[in-house]
């Protein structure tokens, strides 16, 4: 348990401020675990000159178009929402994983939400660019073919989270912490579920971690398995945006494989005249 000066300091911190250091510590922390245990043999001096040297170009394309795609889902989003088409499908089906609500749990479905997710999604990259670096580079080509693909939905197609639409779920990530509400309500629309980018691209995570080494596989498939059900559970997604989310997860991963030399400029070449 924390003394009660630190939380004193921290709560009175700006929300913001809060919200930033409670996913970016974990974040940081779990990032140095992960080379602790899946790549103890690369030195830390290395992993820095290689990402000057390269991974920036992949890893900051990915970052751009992903603040992007955010961008453009908080302007310009179409004024109707369309969740009744998704409680037409599956009706109240996710009511079921709040069949029993705990405060721990919670705060384990937050965390696995808030920072299990970028570790997933990032470490993966440096996991396979230490056994194989085009195998790196397609992944990040998948990653932004997923997030690209979920523009149009983001758009034309917005979908409420399942807390705000039914009376039945709890918006319990939200109510965990004002600090947790502040920095998601400040960078979400809350009519982007369909289709879940929390899903889809920790299933792409997991099924590239397949080329690295079993144990990071099976790692990595836990923790997107624990992802999917978090969000679930804490009244973010509805199942149908988890399963299309894997339709787009499909496209990209099948697109990705079939660039012969997955630098961005062939890749982007080789997309196109594959896909006209």
Known sequence: MLPPFFVDRFTSLPLGLQFTLLVAVPSVVAMLVGKRLFIPDLRFRDLFWEFLRTD??????AWVVTELVNTLALRFHAPRTFTGAIYAVEGATVVTFQAVTAVPLTIFATAIYLVGFPFVVLFTYF????????EAYR???AYVVVVVSAVPFFLLFPVKVSSLYLSTVEPLMYELSPAIQYGIFSTDTLVKAFPSLHAGLSVLAAVYARKADARYAYTVGTLTVAIVLSTLYLGIHWVTDLAFAVVLVWVAYRLSQRVSDPRWSVASRELVSRIL
């Open 56 to 61: 920036w170009k992949y890893l900051g394309v």
């Open 127 to 134: 996991k396979l660019k230490a056994h194989d670096e085009e």
């Open 139 to 141: 992944y990040a080509l």
